[in-house]
Each structure stands twice: as C-alpha cells, then as structure tokens.
C-alpha cells in the first residue's frame, strides 16, 4: 500500500506538502491511477491540487477540467477549479465554476461565498446579495460571511442614496 492512497479516496481542499519532492511522488503517483483508470476524477482532482501547489497552473486547470467531467457528483472538483480561475484573473470562468459547484451542492455555503465575493468584484450586487443571503443561512455562525453581506448591503444602500 502506498503512502499516497488517501489521494484516491475523496476530492481534497489542498495538499499540505513541505518539499517539492513530495509533490513530485503524489504526481507520479496519481499519473499512474490515472494510466490504469482514466476516468478517475478523484485522482485528476487531487493531482490538480499539486500541479497547483507547485505552480503548474495549465497543468492544475486540465486536470481540473477532467475533475468536474468525471466526477460530475461532487462539488468540490469545480469549486477548487474556480479557486484557481479566480487566482489567474479568469473571472467570468471562475464565476461560472463556482455556479457548477452550486448546482451540484447547493448547499455549498463555501461555494456560494466565493462566487458572491467575485460577483461583487464585477459588480453584479444584486446577485452577490443572494449568494451572501443563502450562504448565511446555511452557515449563520461563520462570521466573515455576515459581515462581507452587511458591508454589501451598506455600499448598495450608500450608491442608493447618493443618486
């Protein structure tokens, strides 16, 4: 049993590698999987992560791109690839990941956050409005969240009475 198995077991976060080295193996070690089972979406996924991690965005966003396509169940894959989409400036793209990963799990308070802070970005309030709402109520305890949404609803409260 390898060291790395864990890696084809579920879409993670992040990897928490200290040496490029290690990067390398858990690389090598998903190209492998993926030779034996090319529809494996876990293992695109989590070699997205590293390619990622050690800079090899093109890389990171293939393998993501095979990620939502084989594993189109799980949120994380299109969530994480907005990560990286929002990271490079590919806002629109990211956006539309990020709605990916919310149709998929609606309930992704994480997913809604992210796209809402983008959203605001491009200055789409109202929708980042709905993102921000719905995020809330699914997590009222995360702090971040309401007070992002109340600073939202001050500004467009502001811009309202200026004009």
């Known amino acids: 049993m390898s060291r790395y198995d864990y890696l084809t077991q579920r879409p993670l976060a992040a990897l ?13 070690f998903l190209t492998t999987r993926i030779q034996n089972a090319p529809a494996n979406g876990v293992a695109y996924h989590n070699r997205g992560l590293a390619y990622w991690e050690i800079g090899k965005v093109e890389e990171a966003i293939t393998d993501f791109d095979y990620a939502v396509e084989f594993s189109a169940e799980n949120y994380m894959p299109p969530h994480i690839r907005g990560l990286l989409l929002q990271r490079i400036g590919r806002t629109e793209e990211a956006i539309a990941s990020f709605g990916r990963a919310i149709e998929i799990e609606p309930d992704a308070a994480t997913a809604l956050r992210a796209r809402a802070a983008l959203l605001v970005e491009v200055g789409r309030l109202e929708e980042a409005l709905d ?12 702090k971040h969240t309401r007070e992002a949404r109340d600073a939202l609803v001050s500004n467009v409260a502001q ?3 200026a004009t």
């Open 131 to 142: 993102d921000y709402n719905r995020a809330v109520q699914l997590d009222p305890s995360f």
């Open 16 to 28: 928490l590698y200290d040496e490029l080295e290690e990067y390398q193996s858990a690389i090598e």
């Open 159 to 161: 811009a309202k009475d």
